[in-house]
């Protein structure tokens, strides 16, 4: 099958990074790191948000680093508002520590926050709120206003903001703002998944209120001990000169990505039907209004996408795709859509 459907983008693993992992074995097994991760990968994320050491904690992935965040802070039968649409692991979480969800719809065309709506939600009784900036999988991103607006809002509200910015790095148009010094409590969740294309390597991190600082640690060791060493050793590698031009090779590739869905959907799609957000490597196609059911049938015709109801009610009658990915698989799956689609 063709799987257009992962968040994972789909390019040969950096070479530098091969390299400098074979260089980096030990002789003798390497043991395991403090838990919050080791010194100075923790000084080189400080470092990106001007915060202490003290305030990072390394972490399996960006998913583990959200679910500790929320785990720190939230008690059963609290309330916790997640953007509609947004990524679904948000609202698992949500589950699993039984707290309540209060959605919160962007405007129609997904480009733009209603404030009045947002704001009278949040005033329900919200202890928290999650989202992702850039959002997944419509690729919206806090402008500067509207991170001083939100930061105004959950100030004035006490509630703990926790934002995912694994994808800041994929930004095609403009900058995202950051929550730093507008939410007085913040966590920042990011990692090295997209933007080095480490997915496999299980490498994120959160950036905590310094309040926090013991808690998260406290967390994060008794619900993993720590990442692994190698992954923490390329992450340093990762985060200085020589991986910034990874990250930059990365995003060249995506942009050339995006360049060719582009051409082809422009060729053979109506466009009133896609969505192609600034950001992200994802793009939104709409679709017959029971998603799920044309998600079923694509893979059944061999091309895995993701139904956008499991996003959220706004994205219901839209299916995801991510074109990170070769030209040869990106181009098949999106003539297999195509014929799904427009079969006539």
């Known amino acids: 099958a063709i799987n257009l459907s992962l968040g994972e983008l789909k390019y ?7 390299d400098y992992v074979c260089d980096s074995m030990p002789d003798a097994a390497p043991g395991y790191t403090p838990n919050a991760g080791l010194p100075e990968l923790r000084e080189l994320v400080a470092a990106k948000y001007e915060v202490s050491p003290q305030q990072v904690c390394i972490t399996n992935g960006a998913q583990e680093a959200l679910f500790l965040s929320l785990f720190s802070f939230l008690n059963p039968g609290d309330t916790i508002a997640i953007p509609d649409p947004d990524f ?12 309540q969800i209060v959605r919160l719809p962007y405007s129609k065309d997904l480009k733009s926050i209603p404030w009045d709506l ?3 939600r949040l005033s329900m009784g919200v202890n928290a709120l999650v989202l992702s900036s850039p959002n997944n999988p419509c690729g919206y991103y806090l402008k500067e206003a ?3 607006q939100l930061g105004e809002i959950c100030n004035s509200l006490g509630i703990t903001v926790v934002v995912d910015e694994i994808y800041k790095d994929l930004v095609f148009a403009g900058t995202p703002a950051s929550l730093m010094e507008k ?8 990692g090295l998944s997209k933007s080095h294309l480490m997915t496999g390597w299980r490498l994120g991190w959160t950036v905590v209120p310094q309040s926090m600082a013991a808690t998260i640690t406290k967390a994060k060791q008794y619900l993993s001990t720590c990442s692994a060493w190698l992954s923490q050793k390329l992450a340093v590698y990762a985060l200085g000169s020589a991986g910034s031009k990874v990250a930059n090779d990365v ?3 995506l942009l050339a990505s995006r360049g060719a869905a582009l051409s082809y959907l422009n060729t053979h799609f109506l466009m009133k039907d896609i969505l192609m957000p600034d950001a992200t490597p994802y793009l939104l196609i709409r679709c017959p209004e029971d998603d799920f059911a044309f998600a079923t049938e694509l893979a059944g015709r061999g ?8 996003f959220g009610a706004a994205t219901r009658g839209m299916i995801r795709i991510n074109y990170g990915m070769e030209d040869q698989p990106l181009l098949s799956g999106l003539q297999v859509i195509h014929e799904a689609l427009y079969p006539h």
């Open 118 to 120: 947002w704001q009278q």
């Open 251 to 253: 995003f060249i590739r």
């Open 88 to 99: 679904p692991a948000y609202s698992s979480i949500a589950h699993i520590l039984d707290v």
């Open 12 to 18: 040969p693993f950096p070479q530098e990074l091969k």
């Open 183 to 190: 939410v007085e409590r913040l966590f920042v969740v990011s």
């Open 303 to 310: 091309v895995l996408v993701a139904p956008g109801s499991a």
């Open 146 to 148: 509207d991170a001083i």
